[in-house]
């Protein structure tokens, strides 16, 4: 069974994003700041990050850029999603190795779809 870690600090989006993917099969696992992210992550093995871009403690480059430094691009695939529009910060993400980004609004049903395609390879 293929393990998530989802981090938003909306906690009533955690709890859509974990009954749609569990729902789906997936086993996971939601938290609300960037730290307690990073401690699992260092704690744990996931197949998956799926994050929110804007977050209160700091933005998905800012993520990127600290996954990058203490566990290195192979440690777990990151998914972000996010409402921002910007051409540029899409971009930067998956330079960083980000290997998706999903623009809301979305359904749960393309939610699904894309996550499962990201974890069959």
Same mark, same amino acid.
């Given at each position: 069974m293929k393990r998530i870690l989802a981090l938003d600090d909306d906690p009533v989006n955690n #709890?859509?994003?974990? *009954? *749609?993917?569990?729902?789906?099969?997936?086993? !996971?696992?939601?938290?609300?700041?960037? @730290?307690?992210?990073? #401690?699992? =992550? &260092? @704690? &744990?093995?996931?197949?998956?990050?799926?994050?929110?871009?804007?977050? @209160? &403690?700091?933005?998905?480059?800012?993520?990127?850029? =600290?996954?990058?430094?203490?566990?290195?691009?192979?440690? =777990?695939?990151? !998914?972000f999603f996010s409402s921002e529009d910007d051409r540029a910060v899409r971009q930067k993400v998956l330079e960083l190795g980000a290997v998706a980004w999903i623009s809301k609004p979305y359904t749960n049903t393309y939610f699904i779809k894309r996550i499962t395609s990201l974890l069959q390879n």
């Amino acid at each position: 069974m293929k393990r998530i870690l989802a981090l938003d600090d909306d906690p009533v989006n955690n #709890h859509i994003m974990e *009954y *749609y993917l569990c729902k789906a099969g997936f086993e !996971v696992i939601t938290v609300n700041n960037t @730290q307690e992210a990073l #401690h699992l =992550i &260092e @704690q &744990e093995v996931f197949d998956l990050l799926i994050s929110d871009f804007v977050l @209160q &403690e700091m933005n998905g480059v800012d993520l990127m850029n =600290i996954l990058l430094n203490r566990f290195g691009s192979d440690r =777990i695939k990151v !998914v972000f999603f996010s409402s921002e529009d910007d051409r540029a910060v899409r971009q930067k993400v998956l330079e960083l190795g980000a290997v998706a980004w999903i623009s809301k609004p979305y359904t749960n049903t393309y939610f699904i779809k894309r996550i499962t395609s990201l974890l069959q390879n």
